[in-house]
T-cell receptor, first 114, second 111 residues
Framework: EAQVTQNPRYLITVTGKKLTVTCSQN?????MSWYRQDPGLGLRQIYY???????DKGDVPEGYKVSRKEKRNFPLILESPSPNQTSLYFC?????????????FGPGTRLTVL | GQSLEQPSEVTAVEGAIVQINCTYQ??????LSWYQQHDGGAPTFLSY????GLEETGRFSSFLSRSDSYGYLLLQELQMKDSASYFC????????????FGKGTRLHILP
């Protein structure tokens, strides 16, 4: 089954404790992206990657890191989480941006930073 | 900057037709996409307009006018299951490959 998976689905952590949210897709997509969703603010892009070893900042990259060492994986790293990073996070992937722009989203990770 | 504007909420009656508008403020986008998100779920792709005009997919249609920097999603024969949030999204012309979403429109359907 074609899908995007994220782990963990739920996480409660404390300020300053490094964490990684994994994202994996099995559709051989080139473009992968991380979003955060907050009430009233919609989906905001954190980082994106056009291909292996190619990453770039989205609109809200502060406090986050990503890596793209393999085509299928795109982990999101919070080196020192803070309470303002409490949010719902989505990973998404697509074949690219030249096609119909259809992105496939993972199920989401709800993160709480105390 | 680049932004997409949508109404925050729209209410319609079951069986009716509803239009959700999206206007954008930029030199333009590489097309406009629409996504649906049910409470507790992930966004799912509905449609994409690369060119001006109407694209129809079953009960849903999407329209784009690049000269007016405007698009809309049209939902016909509304069903209760269409109660969800709807987002327009686009990629900017400045070739930085970012994808920008509108803040979403919450659709309430009355029986």
């Amino acid at each position: 089954e074609a899908q995007v998976t994220q782990n963990p689905r739920y996480l409660i952590t404390v300020t300053g404790k490094k964490l990684t949210v994994t994202c994996s897709q099995n559709m051989n997509h080139e473009y992968m992206s991380w979003y955060r969703q907050d009430p009233g603010l919609g989906l905001r892009q954190i980082y994106y990657s056009m291909n292996v070893e190619v990453t770039d900042k989205g609109d809200v990259p502060e406090g986050y890191k990503v890596s793209r060492k393999e085509k299928r994986n795109f982990p999101l790293i919070l080196e020192s989480p803070s309470p303002n990073q409490t949010s719902l996070y989505f990973c998404a992937s697509s074949f690219g941006l030249a096609e119909n722009n259809e992105q496939f989203f993972g199920p989401g990770t709800r993160l709480t930073v105390l | 900057g680049q932004s997409l504007e949508q109404p925050s909420e729209v209410t319609a009656v079951e069986g009716a037709i509803v239009q959700i508008n999206c206007t954008y403020q930029t030199s333009g986008f590489y097309g406009l996409s629409w996504y649906q998100q049910h409470d507790g779920g992930a966004p799912t792709f509905l449609s994409y307009n690369a060119l001006d005009g109407l694209e129809e997919t079953g009960r849903f249609s999407s329209f784009l006018s690049r000269s007016d920097s405007y698009g809309y999603l049209l939902l016909q024969e509304l069903q209760m299951k269409d109660s969800a949030s709807y987002f327009c999204a686009g990629r900017g012309w400045n070739r930085d490959d970012k994808i920008i979403f509108g803040k979403g429109t919450r659709l309430h359907i009355l029986p």
